[in-house]
């Protein structure tokens, strides 16, 4: 059995497998933090990576936005191999990580702008999923960027062949931050108790859905509602923002994070927009705060990756 993720460093993380991944973030109670990344943007600190900033800053699991599996990109990284990018971030970081695919339907026309863009490697293909876990992903999250034509039933689908074909090699997370493009499912339509019985039947071990407050019509009741039913599922939560509140001031941070916490939610997701490829650092650091205090932040950000 794995110790709760809070109290382990990144010799624990070395061994996990998906199962302890799951009974790790269910054991820290609403206390695991997730920071979306950007890699092919030039990084804040220019020759440092945006993961390790996240690290940093205090976050538990990295998740890599528009990470192509074909041509991997994380600028700041040392020099390495294509294959060897998720190792070298676990490497330097000592953070579980996760990657966004997203199944795209074609039925949906394109409405966003260059940066956004699909390319193949970010296609929620069965083969790009089999190169993730090959290269040592942790945790493949079904998604979509703005305006590029995600659907719920795309992400059904898909989460189907991934069951099917990955077994538990890895944790499969399943939902929207905002509408992605398909405005049918838009406001409270973004996800609904029917949307997660699919996702849990074709294999989903986390539930993603908007944090209260990000979305129009999003509020702490419904997300909470919507949190005790996949729990009575048996699959875990991921209250997201994805709205570019991640660069909002600290204390919206602040606001937005009680009320997730109040939803029963078991991990909390900061997007990558607080100005380019990362939340704002300051409200990393505040968002942990108020989900753990500032003992279990200190630790997660002054643990050394040696230990």
Not at 8 to 20: E, G, L
Request: hydrophobic residues 40%.
């Amino acid at each position: 059995m794995a110790k709760r993720l809070l109290d382990c460093n990144a010799s624990d993380f070395q061994t996990f497998t998906k199962a302890d991944m799951i009974d790790s973030i269910t054991k820290s109670e609403g206390r695991v933090l997730v920071c979306e990344t950007i890699g092919t943007v030039m990084p804040m600190l220019g020759n440092v990576t945006n993961v390790e900033f996240a690290a940093s800053m205090g976050a538990d699991i990295l998740l890599l936005n528009m990470f192509d599996v074909n041509a991997p990109v994380i600028n700041g990284l040392p020099p390495c191999a294509a294959r060897d990018v998720i190792h070298e971030v676990k490497h330097l970081t000592g953070r579980l990580v996760g990657i966004n695919l997203e199944p795209v339907e074609d039925e949906y026309e394109c409405d966003t702008d260059e940066m956004w863009a699909m390319t193949e490697g970010r296609r929620a293909t069965l083969e790009n999923a089999k190169k993730a876990c090959d290269m040592g992903v942790n945790m493949i999250v079904l998604t979509g960027n703005p305006g590029n034509g995600i659907s719920n039933k795309a992400i059904t689908d898909t989460l189907g062949k991934y069951k099917k074909n990955l077994g538990d090699r890895i944790v499969l997370a399943a939902g929207k931050m905002h509408a992605s493009g398909v405005l049918s499912e838009a406001g409270e339509k973004i996800i609904t108790k029917e949307d997660i019985k699919e996702f849990v039947d074709a294999g989903a071990d986390v539930i993603l859905m908007p944090a209260p407050g990000t979305v129009p019509g999003i509020t702490m009741e419904y997300i909470r509602d919507l949190v005790s039913y996949a729990h009575s599922l048996h699959v875990l939560t991921l209250t997201s923002i994805g709205t570019s509140q991640e660069g909002a001031d600290v204390d919206t941070i602040r606001q937005i994070a009680l009320l997730c916490k109040m939803t029963g939610t078991d991990m909390h997701h900061l997007g990558d927009s607080g100005y380019t490829g990362v939340s704002l650092p300051e409200n990393i650091t505040a968002y942990s705060i108020v989900i753990r205090g500032v003992r279990h932040t200190y630790h997660r950000m002054a643990a050394s990756i040696e230990r």
